[in-house]
């Protein structure tokens, strides 16, 4: 009867220190997962892709890029890529933009190229995350 009672004891005294570590390694991985998921935040991971679409229009030098939908974009992140050349949208013309430097529905942005380019070549480029804008016909928009 003596040997029972002092094998439950030592079986009591085992289940606190096994549950001791277990809650200590739960507690080190919600902090570790926690802590990361922070870091990601407050450092930001690869910048989202933008959700847009545009339509672009080369005629000779001209190119005229029309956006027909998506959320505003800030000019500094695009680019045209065009017959090997990039060009920021910073060099163009935005028109019907209020006077800001963003980039939104129903808004055109303009430029005038020294050389002539072709149709297929433009392409519009959100430089943050290296998305190329969906390239689409803007109907309904002037």
């Given at each position: 009867?003596n040997?029972?009672?002092?094998?439950?004891?030592m079986?009591r005294?085992?289940?606190?220190?096994?549950?001791?570590?277990?809650m200590?390694?739960?507690?080190?991985i919600?902090v570790?997962?926690?802590?990361?998921?922070?870091?990601?935040?407050?450092?930001?991971?690869?910048?989202?892709?933008?959700?847009?679409?545009v339509d672009?229009d080369v005629?000779?030098g001209?190119v005229?890029v029309?956006?027909?939908g998506?959320e505003?974009?800030?000019?500094?992140d695009l680019?045209l890529?065009?017959?090997?050349m990039?060009?920021?949208f910073?060099?163009?013309?935005l028109t019907?933009?209020g006077?800001?430097?963003s980039?939104?529905?129903?808004?055109?942005?303009?430029?005038?190229?020294d050389?002539?380019?072709t149709?297929?070549?433009?392409i519009?480029?959100?430089?943050?995350?290296?998305?190329?804008?969906?390239?689409?016909?803007?109907?309904?928009?002037?």
């Amino acid at each position: 009867m003596n040997d029972e009672s002092e094998v439950s004891r030592m079986n009591r005294g085992v289940s606190s220190v096994v549950g001791t570590i277990l809650m200590t390694g739960i507690v080190i991985i919600a902090v570790t997962v926690g802590g990361a998921a922070m870091l990601d935040r407050t450092y930001g991971g690869p910048e989202r892709a933008p959700i847009g679409a545009v339509d672009v229009d080369v005629q000779g030098g001209n190119v005229t890029v029309t956006y027909c939908g998506g959320e505003p974009l800030d000019i500094d992140d695009l680019v045209l890529h065009a017959s090997g050349m990039t060009i920021p949208f910073r060099e163009g013309n935005l028109t019907n933009s209020g006077g800001d430097a963003s980039f939104e529905p129903g808004e055109r942005w303009t430029y005038t190229a020294d050389e002539n380019l072709t149709q297929s070549d433009g392409i519009v480029v959100h430089t943050p995350s290296n998305t190329v804008l969906d390239e689409s016909h803007c109907w309904g928009v002037n």
